[in-house]
């Protein structure tokens, strides 16, 4: 057995986990979380439509429905408290021609069910007004004012930050690998990195959380089954779509969304593939095609000539019913104590609307755990709020000049198309959750998303990451283990 | 230490940007600043240390360091003001230019004549929507070459490389004499993309196999290239099905295809070609911007550096043309002042040549009213151009006076006149 | 002797002219499809000696890379690139390196010098 016993330890530092952990590092618990990737927000965290729901799609009485309106709703405090980029610039599901102007209605209904606030039922006249791009045939629009964009890694980054500044341990390449039982209840975890006593675990694994509750023996039948999504990016020096444009959408999916990056890229996507393999983030001609065509239908201007990225995503889309006896849904969220063992909370199927529902279902973590008899004590010294790290792209030029008389540093751009500086790289380096990959630099800084997509900035990067972990440049990686840039030094044919 | 207002701002120290910078001062430019975002001049030609270049130039086979290193030498001997490792954040159409480096901080600086040589960058495998995974192993053959050539390191050991354009051929050939395995260059289209000497020279003499009409039809591998999967395309571009092949390899080289950088260009309100991707130019690489010239990549692709060479020289010395005829011209210009009692002048600005023409009309408000006669006079400091007495002076009601062509000679010594209007 | 004929592709200057070779043993006896007197001269040497211009790097220490472009002032023969490339991999210069400076003097007995590029400063601290 382990030499610490831990209050609660969380399987994965997704949005999900690090919010939990967030939530929890308020009160008197050691907290462990584990997250078996070289980076938290990996997952279904870091590729995903960056959009913040309003809530009008999730079935009325479901999970879904309510976590969803309710993490909406908390967005303004928690990127205020946490500093990460948050805008509720509002969301349009947009109909095409005169036969889907009726849907709108259904939806809206939906949405006043739910309780989402301030929907207001646009005719095409008025869309074409505020959305000088859109498909000239638009029908009508659905607004919701309280639909929002954010940048999602940014939340993952400043939850997981906070929570660690408030005493939270963070391990990274650490895997679960099985619950530690004494009878019916869980004790512990083991991992590749050895064993960690707790006396509860959340299990937060994302794309694994069904593996993680089949190693407790709870809901064999559960199972994720992730849908791929699809993405492109568009040069935002070429074209900028400024609103979040929805189509109608299907039984199964909100469709092929319009939308803006907070930085200010338009990106298209996501199509919806179920698949087996829970790693497979591979983009395919078909899948790419699917969402181009999609996004056609709502802005029929767009140029593939502007396209500077492709990504997909997997969305972790589970199959429970919902635990609303007066709804039939099965695709709905589990946030539970599950009666069968001691010590277990699961999070499972958390998929879209995932990123909006996740502070809601943190605090609704915080509730199951009063609800079992934990006594959860605040800490006096608590601290909610944490600093954002300063972005150069973003700032004044007056503001530049004084970061870089401060920090010269902040002075020398390590990529050129967003204007990233070598100052922020080396703050990420040594911030309280170290950034040590190329990628986890990327999701933090945006350097490398650009129109030359690292072309400039990797060998650069490469040396900076180098020269501040103290390694040679051959161990300096893209996303951890086994994507080391650079296989030897040129000139040593012979050590091959 | 560098000036506030140079003749002649270059921005991008690459071929075209270095004879630019050497023509303007050749011309007779007085001040000229080279700023460059790498921490050396050359640009992309010390990374391309293959020979080949100036035969046009120098009548003689050159690698590109020691092409570049003739201008590097030239430019140094004429005193050319340099600003390296610096990065150009904005120029405006007034060509006021703000560029930061960790050296010399926030520097906003004025030129009477910008030329812009920023060169251009490699396409993607965004720009070709490349499917598959995106793991660790797929780069531009432009950045393969800087890690082997200058920052000392191999990216992989067995390369396939896609495109046939002239770097992916000269990386074949270089990655072999490095003891790596070049496995195959795919070429989409029917034909070669880059300089047939270099099929021979790079690929033939080495055995390195070229396929025509082949493409990459998805990257394999999570956290590093795998292999790839190869197929044949159809006159249409288009894969054909059954000749897919999985090639063994842990990176993929991309030589697909170079843009124009004029992301700074479009900040200054210069017009671009959508043919191009670059500015449109007049005959003396003018853009639609008065007093913003261009050169070299940036204006359109170009296989011969030589050429780079003779449109930077063409270009500095059209802009140092410029900026020698926009300080004369600024020695014409007299600004206008208000002194005491005038909150502004109209015009701010006169031409002393305009009173060769005609007598000049300057029109005035007044800060406070004086109820009494007062004096409107026109001074050059203590030497005053020209008076007319009025019987008072109202905020509400605009003063004029008029400079008579009989101030010509007394104008001619002035930069500056100051107007004022005071109590008789 | 029986005629031959070869058709190669002239790498002398980047217009590149395919040449119709005439070969008799070891000599050639016409040469077609020329534009200037460079592309018989490279068609008989690739016939009878056959030499590239060679580039690669050497390591040098202090500079400010670790690595220093170099160039054979001359072509050598083919078959002698990986030998001297070998040989490259053997140099370590110590900075500062200039322009033209010789590398390996009379490499592998060809009579021929490597030369830097470039020049390689030392390291300092600002550019």
């Not at chain 1, 006043?112 to 629009?141: F, Q, T, Y």
């Not at chain 1, 380096?429 to 190329?438: G, K, L, M, N, Q």
């Not at chain 1, 650009?450 to 180098?466: K, M, N, S, W």
């Not at chain 2, 004025?110 to 929507?129: F, K, N, S, Y």
Request: proline share 6%.
């Amino acid at each position: 057995m382990a030499d610490k016993t831990y209050d609660v330890i969380i399987i994965g530092a997704g949005v999900v986990g690090s919010l939990v952990a967030r939530f929890l590092s308020r009160y008197r618990l050691d907290v462990l979380v584990l997250e078996k990737d070289s980076d938290i927000g990996t997952g279904a965290s870091s590729a995903n439509t960056a959009i913040v729901h309003a809530g009008y799609d999730p079935i009325p009485g479901s999970l879904k429905a309510e976590m969803n309106v309710k993490g909406n709703r908390m967005f303004d405090q928690l990127a205020g408290e946490l500093n990460f980029s948050f805008e509720r610039r509002g969301d349009y599901v947009v109909s095409i021609g005169p036969d889907e102007y009726g849907k709108l209605e259904t939806l809206r209904q939906q949405g006043l069910a739910n309780g989402v606030p301030g929907m207001v039922m646009l005719d095409g006249a008025d869309v074409r007004r505020r959305e000088p791009n859109i498909n000239p045939d638009v029908s009508g629009a659905l607004w919701a004012s309280t639909g929002g964009i954010c940048d999602p890694f940014s939340v993952v980054v400043a939850a997981a930050e906070n929570a660690v500044e408030n005493g939270v341990t963070l391990l990274t390449d650490t895997a679960f690998e099985d619950f530690i039982m004494e009878g019916k209840r869980i004790v512990g975890v083991k991992t590749n990195r050895g064993d960690f006593g707790s006396r509860w675990v959340v299990n937060a694994a994302g794309l694994y959380s069904d593996v993680v509750m089949h190693k407790a023996g709870l809901r064999p039948e559960f199972k994720i089954v992730p849908r791929k999504g699809e993405y492109y990016v568009f040069d935002k020096a070429e074209m900028t779509i400024n609103n979040v444009l929805f189509p109608v959408p299907s039984e199964t999916s909100k469709g092929i969304v319009v939308t803006t990056t907070i930085h200010g890229n338009t990106i298209i996507g996501p199509n919806a593939l179920e698949i087996e393999d829970k790693e497979d983030r591979s983009v395919t001609p078909e899948g790419l095609s699917e969402v181009w065509q999609g996004a056609l239908k709502l802005v029929p201007s767009l140029s593939l000539k502007y396209a500077i990225a492709e990504f997909a995503g997997l969305r972790p889309g589970g199959n429970a019913p919902s635990p609303n006896p007066n709804i039939h849904y099965n695709k709905d969220f589990v946030i539970e104590i599950p009666k069968e063992v001691q010590g277990l909370v699961n999070l499972g199927g958390i998929e879209s609307p995932g990123l909006t529902s996740s502070p809601a279902i943190a605090v609704r973590v915080i509730e199951l755990l009063k609800d079992a008899g934990e006594k959860l004590e605040e800490k006096p010294d608590w601290n909610p709020i944490r600093i954002a790290r300063p972005r150069f792209r973003d700032m004044l030029p007056v503001e530049q000049k004084l970061l870089i008389q401060n920090d010269a540093r902040y002075g020398r751009i390590v990529c050129r198309c967003e204007n990233v500086t070598e100052g922020e790289i080396v703050a990420e380096i040594h911030a309280p959750i170290p950034a040590r990959t190329y990628d986890a630099l990327k999701r933090r800084t945006w350097l490398g998303t650009g129109r030359c997509q690292g072309g400039f900035d990797i060998p650069r990067v490469v040396e900076i990451l180098a020269r501040e972990l103290g390694v040679s440049s051959l161990e300096i990686s893209k996303k951890g283990k086994g994507s080391e840039f650079l296989v030897r030094p040129t000139k040593d044919v012979e050590t091959e | 230490m560098l000036k506030q207002k140079y003749d002649v701002i270059v921005v991008g120290a690459g071929p075209a940007g270095l004879a630019a910078a050497i023509g303007a001062k050749k011309t007779g430019a007085q001040d000229v600043l080279v700023i460059e975002r790498a921490q050396e001049l050359g640009g992309i030609l010390q990374q391309c240390i293959h020979n080949g270049f100036g035969l046009e130039t120098f009548k003689k086979d050159l690698p590109g360091p020691a092409y570049a290193q003739r201008f590097i030498d030239e430019l140094t001997s004429l005193h050319i003001d340099t600003l390296l490792d610096a990065m150009v954040l904005d120029v405006t159409s007034e060509r006021h230019v703000s560029a930061t480096s960790q050296w010399s901080g926030y520097v906003e600086l004025d030129a009477r004549a910008l030329v812009l040589a920023m060169g251009c960058r490699e396409r993607t495998r965004a720009q070709i929507a490349l499917p598959g995974t995106r793991p660790a192993g797929v780069y531009t053959a432009g950045t393969a070459q800087r890690f082997v050539n200058m920052e000392g390191f191999m990216p992989g050991k067995q390369y396939v490389i896609l495109g046939s354009g002239d770097i992916g051929m000269i990386m074949a050939r270089r990655l072999t004499f490095e003891g790596a395995k070049v496995e195959r260059v795919l070429e989409i289209m029917p034909f070669l993309t880059g300089l047939t000497r270099n099929y021979v020279q790079c690929l033939q003499d080495f055995d390195i196999p070229l396929q025509l009409e082949h493409t990459v039809k998805r990257i394999i591998g999570n956290e590093r290239v795998e292999a790839i999967e190869s197929v044949q395309v159809d006159d249409h571009r288009q894969p054909i099905p059954g000749t897919e092949e999985v090639i063994p390899c842990d990176t993929l080289l991309l030589s697909i295809g170079l843009i124009p950088e004029n992301e700074l260009s479009r900040k200054a309100g210069v017009a671009l070609d959508p043919v191009t991707g670059g500015p449109f130019v007049d005959e003396r690489m003018q853009t639609n911007v008065p007093g913003i010239f261009a050169a070299g990549n940036v204006v359109h692709v170009y296989d011969l550096v030589d050429w780079v060479t003779e449109a930077g020289l063409l270009c500095g010395r059209s802009a140092a043309q410029h900026a020698i005829a926009e300080r004369k011209h600024a020695g014409r210009r007299v600004r206008m002042k208000g002194g005491d009692n005038v909150r502004y002048v109209v015009p701010h600005v006169l031409d002393k040549e305009s009173l060769a023409e005609s007598r000049q009309r300057l029109q005035m408000r007044v800060t406070t009213p004086i109820e009494a006669p007062v004096w409107v006079e026109v001074m050059n400091g203590d030497e005053r151009i020209v008076r007319k007495a009025d019987l008072y002076a109202r905020p509400g009601e605009m003063v004029s006076i008029d400079i008579p062509q009989s101030a010509y000679d007394a104008v001619q010594r002035a930069s500056e006149l100051t107007v004022r209007v005071v109590r008789r | 002797m029986a005629q031959e004929h070869r058709t190669m592709i002239c790498i002398t200057c980047p217009r590149g002219c395919t040449l119709d070779v005439t070969v008799e043993g070891k000599t050639v006896v016409k040469v077609a499809g020329n534009n200037c007197q460079r592309g018989v001269d490279y068609a008989m040497a690739e016939v009878t000696d056959p030499r590239r211009m060679v580039t690669t790097t050497v390591r040098v220490k202090g500079g400010v890379h670790p690595l220093v472009p170099v160039y054979t002032e001359k072509p050598i023969p083919k078959p002698q690139i990986f030998a001297l490339l070998a040989e490259a991999r053997k140099v370590e210069l110590t900075a500062p390196v200039k322009f033209g400076d010789i590398v390996m003097e009379n490499v592998l007995g060809t009579g021929i010098n490597v030369l830097a590029s470039r020049n390689i400063p030392l390291k300092s601290k600002a550019p």
